[in-house]
């Protein structure tokens, strides 16, 4: 009788977990390319620990509080590794809908992922999309910082240069008004004609007129 | 030797004697700029030359054209072609001590057209080569986050999954294409003007306009370090490069030699183009700079330094650019053969790891015998080393789209992207100098500008100007202008005006006239390689790459490349026809310069011909100093 019992629990079981089956999934991992080396080999232990996270993430639905653990079936395990699985309602005789599993999976599937050191890219539950997260954008972007910080040292250099060509300028046109005034103040001064000193009040005897000595020096020889 | 000189009156009055040199340079010390030091000289001059072709068009051209095998022709054309015009062009810029229009209009009144049109060149390169450099200034700011905002595709409007146009093609791709240039579909819809673009427009053009207030005093300071920190740079990457896995596949695929390509005569006329443009000649550029240098300067020994060292930047270039690419290409190929061994054992159920590159085509067999129905269900990719190697990779492809994909697979690539867009920031402000410098002298010596207007003023207001007439490169079309312009602004009208450069000073100048001043000047006549090369080879050379241009251009249809979503191939380019008022406008680009130069000898002609009529003969003018005492002339 109760082998009879055991076959009859087995076959539904067996009925109501089929690959394609009506409100199944596939699932599809890949430890040895998330973990390397560090990869767990996938057993019966393993496979308890994902029955125990669907399970968990069924819980949290509202009407689906007392599923258990026994109620998550799962078949076709491949040396992959990858199986399909089914959750029953508490009778056993049928399966939940696809659209509430797949609810429930989306809003634990980081738990679920962390749970097997996995990501959504290597523990796959094909026509589960995944939500992607968002990428962090920061409130100003930072290009238009650096922007602002070059522009800034930029315009800083220009001013500068601007400022130093323009007193550099000034200094130039003030040169000579400069020499002006110093020779109405009748300061120490040499009066330049022709670019030869000639000295107005020398008191030397013998005026030498500078500007004819030289010229003879300069003066091409016949 | 043929001998002919045409007749030239007058070039004794508008050109100081040898002797009177010396004396002038006494004299302009304190008015006219002069370098610092040699090494300031050097520096622009090579900074001027090398550019962001070494970078994008050497490795292509290199890799396309026969591998080592393409360092045969580059370098016979390099010796027979680059080196006789730099050399010419250093020394009648130091002999005359002017720029452009200066040194041609001194040669013969009627050749001012030559230096206008080195100017026009100038002005149009200018434009469109620092709207490159803006984009590389937004990519620049836009390296500093981690990850690097062309690394992966930004999510849809509902975050179920990823913008359409992005996962049909590639990250990088639409960083480039829609988030940088947010590109129309044909050159027609301008669309408006892209802000961020007109920021990064803007940047690009102040930094020019600080380094180049107050001409070579300012740049020959920022030379030192846009001319060297390139080398560093390539260096850096160099060592990071050889250290990837693959880039010495990449450096293998660049240098293997394909000896047969020597006898296409299309690598020979790529490698004259190269070489010509390479050397930024005719912009007028490197006689200015050239002028500003001492009479008795050895601008011979300058030219031969100057085109070995861009010669070897470019091989060097070539070696950093595609070590990689190698990288970048063994990744792709990791990756589909990856993709291929999922497909393969997803379909089958397989245990990881028992399906590795080696044995994958034995496990095909196996599958497709255990299950020919389910194995013909799986879709597998070509995985080709060869074709990922010679993707896309010249031009602003290779800089914003294939090399910034091999920079976010590096680690630190942040790092990686903020160099990178340094020392091709520095390359072109590099070339920038030069460029600016053929457009303000002449602008200069034709007096359109009053020479008393401070330096700072002048600067600025060709910078403005040419900025503003650059916003054209912000629109959404953009690009295609861009495009547009570098094919025909930066190609024809300097082969003419280099012709007319070597005719020129060979023929009207008279190159025994030059001969003897180059002896002057460095002390040596210039031996018999180089009057072989000014009189007849490189004129020569020079003749029939242009000959071929042409012919090449006037058979081809006007076509270029469209960003098209649309397009049922997308993501490759699809090729558009130009629409016909294009044709007015490649005219007016190309044709204007070419045109300048014989319709100014008519105009001076016309003109001359006016006044004879009119019974006065213009004076000769001589350089004269007012003297109170008889100063002594030699």
Redesign the interface.
Known sequence: MLWLLFFLVTAIHAELCQPDGENAFKVRLSIRTALGDKAYAWDTNEEYLFKAMVAFSMRKVPNRETTEISHVLLCNVTQRVSFWFVVTDPSKTHTLPAVEIQSAIRMNRNRINNAFFLNDQTLEFLRIPSTLAPPTDPPVPIWIIIFGVIFCIVIVATMLLILSGIQQHRRKNEGPSEMEDTEDKCENTITVENGIPCDPLDMKGGHINDAFMTEDERLTPL | MVRLVLPNPGLEARTPSLGQLEYIEEEERSSRPKWDNKAQYMLTCVGFCVGLGNVWRFPYLCQSHGGGAFMIPFLILLVLEGIPLLYLEFAIGQRLRKGSVGVWSAIHPALKGVGIASMFVSFMVSLYYNTIIAWVM?Y???S??DPLPWS?C??NAN????VEECARSSPVDYFWYRETLNISTSINASGSVQW?IL??L??AW??L??CV??GIE?TGKAVYITSTLPYIVLTIFLIRGLTLKGATSGIVFLFTPNVTELANPVTWLDAGAQVFYSFSLAFGGLISFSSYNSVHNNCEMDSLIVSVINGFTSVYAATVVYSIIGFRATERFDDCFSTNILTL??GF?????NVTQENFAEMQQWCNASDPAAYAELKFHTCDMKSFLSEGVEGTGLAFIVFTEAITKMPLSPLWAVLFFIMLFCLGLSSMFGNMEGVLIPLQDLNVLPRKW???LLTGLICLGTYLIAFIFTLNSGQYWLSLLDSYAGSIPLLIIAFFEMFSVVYVYGVDRFNRDIEFMIGHKPNLFWQVMWRVVSPLLMLVIFLFFLVIEVNEDLIYSVWDPAYEEFPKSKKVKYPPWVYAVVVLVAGVPCLIIPGFAVYKLIRNRCRRRGDRQGLVSAPSSAS???D?RS
């Not at chain 2, 159920?349 to 790891?353: N, Q, R, S, T, V």
């Open positions: 937004w620049f700011f836009n500093f986050q992966q930004p999510l975050q179920t999954g990823y961020w920021l990064s803007t940047c102040s930094v306009y600080v207030i107050r300012t054992i997803n159920d397989l245990p990881e790891g401070p330096k700072e109170v005492n008889g002594l």
